[in-house]
């Protein structure tokens, strides 16, 4: 939301007017259509209860830890799959990417004896490769995504089956420390509070400079005590997970990767020119480029910045599961990290979304699925649960484009 968005949604209010002011922009917000992730946090609560009614496990210290480490590498991927989605594309290719990924991991660090740092970078640069490829044809030849990504779905799945060979399964050694990364490392408990104090005051300073900024504009902005509060309830929240969480075997390393991940995207499309540009393609093409944005250069950032994330989703995923065969990033790796995305509230429209649609998609869609694999329920439930929950995502975000486009804000 801009700042002229702020001042039409509470009718030009005075700068500076405190929680009551925020509560109000906030309401004005929902009545606009800007829901935010609203639904998605409330969407989650409802399912955790639910869940947890029907068994009490199922919020257990020891289940909430494997959720968090069985999400961080199919989040990885959807967190790729926001990006196209703020630019109004799509890449049907990302399990493929990620089960490539995984093959050349496989075959460069155990049958070539690469070092792993090699053999982790070279398979990242396939991502890089194939997300640039992409970015060419659809802005050289004006190809629709669509067909493209579909294209590679297919030729990238090829190529890994070909790399795999044979075999059509390689395992990762047990002691790497990728596979460590993976299945064995976690924090120590006082390293989780540190964490989360360094969390904290980053947060805080942010909105503090972001206050100052606004202040200085002459435009709405949080006044000290609202600041201090969402930072107290920040701080409560990150303290009391890692505090349940070490309650078991604590904060997993790698769903800390991907939370770093996450913030580090948040930032990026939200603190700088690039992300501001991704924001404003995915808003109207045409418009971004009579600002004068590359829109070429942005399709290929993001293009190329989607398949990375495809590739390193597939390492985590293949470290985890310690072996890269015909399977990896087969299956419902495609289906599940879109799904995240949307579900997570980013919009098919394009233009709508953030970072953190990938880390509340995927623990919907963990959640549902760790809910039911204790109720002893089939797969098959797990499907059409979430293809329900997927469909309600996407009409929540269209009746809340409807409603932009009716009061003049879309």
């Given at each position: 939301?801009?700042?002229?968005?702020?001042?039409?949604?509470?009718?030009?209010?005075p700068?500076?007017?405190?929680?009551?002011?925020?509560?109000?922009?906030?309401?004005?917000r929902?009545?606009?259509?800007d829901?935010?992730?609203?639904?998605?946090?409330?969407?989650?609560?409802v399912?955790?209860?639910?869940?947890?009614?029907?068994n009490?496990?199922?919020?257990?210290?020891t289940?909430?830890?494997?959720?968090?480490?069985?999400?961080?590498?199919?989040?990885?991927?959807?967190?790729?799959?926001?990006?196209?989605?703020?630019?109004?594309?799509?890449?049907?290719s990302?399990?493929?990417?990620?089960?490539?990924?995984?093959?050349v991991?496989?075959?460069?660090?155990?049958?070539?004896?690469?070092?792993?740092?090699?053999?982790?970078?070279?398979?990242?640069?396939?991502?890089?490769?194939?997300?640039?490829?992409?970015?060419?044809?659809v802005?050289?030849?004006?190809?629709?995504?669509?067909?493209v990504?579909?294209?590679?779905?297919?030729?990238?799945?090829?190529?890994?089956?070909?790399?795999?060979?044979?075999?059509g399964?390689i395992?990762l050694?047990?002691?790497?420390?990728?596979?460590?990364f993976?299945q064995?490392?976690?924090?120590?408990?006082?390293?989780?509070?540190?964490?989360?104090?360094?969390?904290?005051?980053?947060?805080?300073?942010?909105?503090?400079r972001?206050?100052?900024?606004?202040?200085?504009?002459?435009?709405?902005?949080?006044?000290?005590?609202?600041?201090?509060?969402?930072?107290?309830?920040?701080?409560?929240?990150?303290?009391?997970?890692?505090?349940?969480?070490?309650?078991?075997?604590?904060?997993?390393?790698?769903?800390?990767?991907?939370?770093?991940?996450?913030?580090?995207?948040?930032?990026?499309?939200t603190?700088?020119?690039w992300?501001r540009?991704?924001?404003?393609?995915?808003?109207?093409?045409e418009?971004?480029?009579?600002?004068?944005?590359?829109?070429?250069?942005?399709?290929?950032?993001?293009?190329?910045?989607?398949?990375?994330?495809?590739?390193?989703?597939?390492?985590?995923?293949?470290?985890?599961?310690?072996?890269?065969?015909q399977?990896?990033?087969?299956?419902?790796?495609?289906?599940?990290?879109?799904?995240?995305?949307?579900?997570g509230?980013?919009?098919?429209?394009?233009?709508?979304?953030?970072?953190?649609?990938?880390?509340?998609?995927?623990?919907v869609?963990?959640?549902?699925?760790?809910?039911?694999?204790?109720?002893?329920?089939?797969?098959?439930?797990q499907?059409?649960?979430?293809?329900?929950?997927?469909v309600?995502?996407?009409?929540?975000?269209?009746?809340?484009?409807?409603?932009?486009?009716?009061?003049?804000?879309?």
């Amino acid at each position: 939301m801009t700042a002229a968005d702020d001042r039409a949604a509470v009718g030009a209010l005075p700068p500076g007017g405190g929680i009551r002011q925020s509560l109000d922009l906030f309401v004005a917000r929902i009545r606009g259509g800007d829901l935010g992730a609203a639904p998605v946090i409330a969407g989650l609560i409802v399912i955790w209860i639910v869940f947890q009614a029907l068994n009490p496990v199922f919020l257990s210290s020891t289940n909430l830890v494997n959720l968090t480490m069985q999400s961080a590498a199919i989040g990885t991927i959807a967190l790729g799959i926001v990006l196209v989605l703020l630019i109004g594309e799509i890449d049907l290719s990302v399990g493929s990417v990620s089960g490539l990924a995984a093959a050349v991991l496989a075959v460069g660090f155990v049958q070539l004896q690469w070092p792993l740092v090699v053999a982790l970078l070279a398979a990242a640069g396939v991502g890089v490769i194939i997300g640039l490829l992409y970015g060419f044809l659809v802005t050289t030849f004006g190809l629709p995504s669509f067909v493209v990504t579909l294209a590679g779905l297919l030729a990238f799945l090829g190529v890994q089956l070909w790399v795999l060979g044979p075999s059509g399964s390689i395992n990762l050694p047990f002691d790497s420390w990728i596979v460590q990364f993976a299945q064995q490392m976690f924090l120590p408990a006082w390293a989780s509070y540190v964490a989360v104090a360094a969390a904290v005051a980053l947060y805080a300073a942010s909105l503090a400079r972001r206050a100052r900024r606004r202040a200085g504009a002459d435009l709405v902005h949080q006044r000290p005590m609202e600041i201090a509060a969402r930072t107290t309830v920040l701080a409560v929240v990150l303290a009391a997970s890692a505090w349940y969480l070490n309650l078991s075997r604590g904060v997993g390393v790698m769903f800390v990767f991907f939370l770093v991940l996450v913030v580090g995207m948040h930032i990026a499309l939200t603190r700088t020119r690039w992300g501001r540009a991704v924001y404003a393609v995915g808003g109207s093409v045409e418009g971004a480029r009579r600002a004068g944005i590359r829109v070429d250069r942005i399709y290929l950032s993001v293009f190329a910045m989607c398949s990375t994330l495809a590739a390193v989703g597939g390492l985590l995923a293949a470290a985890r599961l310690a072996a890269a065969n015909q399977s990896s990033g087969a299956g419902d790796t495609n289906l599940t990290a879109i799904a995240a995305a949307v579900i997570g509230g980013a919009s098919l429209f394009g233009g709508r979304g953030s970072a953190f649609s990938a880390l509340l998609g995927i623990l919907v869609i963990g959640s549902i699925a760790s809910g039911l694999t204790l109720l002893n329920l089939d797969s098959s439930v797990q499907f059409m649960i979430t293809g329900a929950v997927l469909v309600l995502a996407v009409i929540v975000d269209s009746i809340s484009r409807r409603t932009r486009a009716a009061t003049g804000r879309a």
